[in-house]
């Protein structure tokens, strides 16, 4: 299990209510990785859960959880806390290598159809969050432009040196990233299949023809919604709908 030092924080910011009937997150925390510890994977994951429902997910919680849900058996639940907390701490190596197990365990795949290109450039994406690259785009612009002004006063001979042309590189590199990332989190939304054999059918009525079924872990693309109904697409190119009570959004 993960136990960050910084969920201390975290508590600091949810105290523990005046009447006392009210356990302050870190209590819940400590509770849960206690239950986790005697075997009681149940127990474990529904303070978990209860944490990451009140807002105090972070990457420690998310991690935990699914490995308790993953002690259950319940695969498509630990991938998708998995693929929540990897998108907090993307470089954890302790949360990809469980996260590789995990797919590892499943029994259906789906093959990858995408170009080279995009599966790259989902991998570069993948790599880092919005925070390190906002704080990335904003230091290295600071740094460029101060820089530049500092040329233009001093030493206004030398503006474009091989250090400032490949500052300028890696600051507009790193706002690319920034922007495209922000493009990404608006536009495109995954989710993983939570139900064994779930049904995805023609259209969002379970009056509509079944046109496959999915394997609980796999995780799907979410490109529609239409009242209780997602419009999926696979990484094959397949798509359809299915309900939306059978998949966890990431």
């Known amino acids: ?114 170009n080279w290109y995009a599966k790259t450039g989902e991998a570069i994406l993948a790599y880092f969050t919005p925070l390190e690259l906002g704080i990335a785009s904003l230091g290295l612009g600071l740094l460029f432009w101060t820089s530049w002004a500092f040329s233009l006063y001093f030493r206004p001979a030398s503006r474009w040196g091989w250090r400032r042309k490949a500052l300028l590189v890696f600051t507009l590199g790193s706002l690319s990233l920034w922007f495209l990332k922000g493009i990404q989190a608006l536009t495109r939304q995954e989710a993983i299949v939570l139900k064994s054999q779930a049904a995805v059918r023609y259209g969002p009525s379970f009056k509509d023809q079944v046109a496959l079924r999915l394997g609980e872990g796999l995780k799907v693309g979410v490109r529609k919604q239409a009242g209780e109904w997602d419009r999926i697409v696979l990484t094959n190119g397949e798509t359809g709908w299915i309900y939306q009570e059978e998949i966890g959004v990431i």
């Open 1 to 114: 299990m993960k136990q960050l030092h910084w969920f201390l924080f975290f508590a600091l910011l949810f105290p523990p209510a005046v009447s006392g009937e009210t356990k302050s997150p870190l209590a819940v925390f400590q509770e849960a990785n206690g239950a986790y510890r005697g075997g009681d994977y149940s127990q474990a994951a529904s303070l978990y859960e209860s944490l990451a429902t009140q807002g105090a997910g972070n990457a420690s919680i998310y991690y935990n959880l699914a490995n308790a849900y993953f002690k259950q058996d319940r695969l498509g639940r630990a991938i998708l806390y998995y693929e929540k907390a990897k998108r907090l701490a993307p470089r954890d190596r302790d949360i990809s290598a469980n996260l590789g197990h995990a797919r590892g365990l499943l029994e259906y795949r789906i093959e990858d159809k995408r």
